[in-house]
């Protein structure tokens, strides 16, 4: 099921999904995640959108409208889809930009092609092997993509 558009005055279960994901990326404080969809809720959105917007290097091949508005792109962005080895689409391509913005022949995926192979699969893991969740835990080395992978790639 998508996740709903939420804006100012939205309340409940999926704001504070959205908001749980700011906090992991750093843009909103531990604890804040209380479902209301508040000004300060509101700025931390627009900052998360202005650093992936237009010709900012965070945007990759998504970038984002900056309106404040958690849609369909910013979800995609802020949350994206679990992917795995045999995963296409714009979910796997975001990844494997990602991935190459780091620099780092082990993180290196290849070609960003939207297709999740071989290549995909060993720059995951050892993206994972050298990283940490957002309380400070090692990653999971399987090759999956889900909340913790895509939390500690600030996607």
């Not at 290196?108 to 995951?124: E, H, M, W």
Request: aromatic fraction near 10%; charged fraction near 25%.
């Amino acid at each position: 099921m998508a996740n709903p558009t939420i804006k100012a005055g939205s309340k409940g279960d999926a704001v504070k999904k959205a908001q749980r994901a700011l906090i992991c990326r750093f843009y909103l404080p531990p604890g804040t995640d209380d479902g209301i969809f508040g000004p300060v809720t509101k700025n931390r959105v627009i900052r998360y959108q202005l650093d992936r917007g237009v010709g900012e290097f965070w945007a990759f091949s998504f970038p984002l409208s900056v309106d404040g508005t958690v849609g369909p792109k910013t979800w995609a962005r802020l949350a994206p889809d679990t992917v795995k080895e045999g995963s296409t689409g714009d979910g796997v391509k975001l990844l494997q930009e990602i991935l190459q913005s780091f620099d780092h022949d082990p993180f290196d995926p290849g070609k960003a092609d939207g297709v999740f192979g071989s290549n995909t699969l060993s720059a995951v893991r050892a993206f994972q092997t050298d990283n940490v969740d957002f309380d400070g835990n090692p990653l999971s080395v399987d090759g999956v993509v889900g909340e913790k992978t895509w939390c500690a790639l600030w996607s």
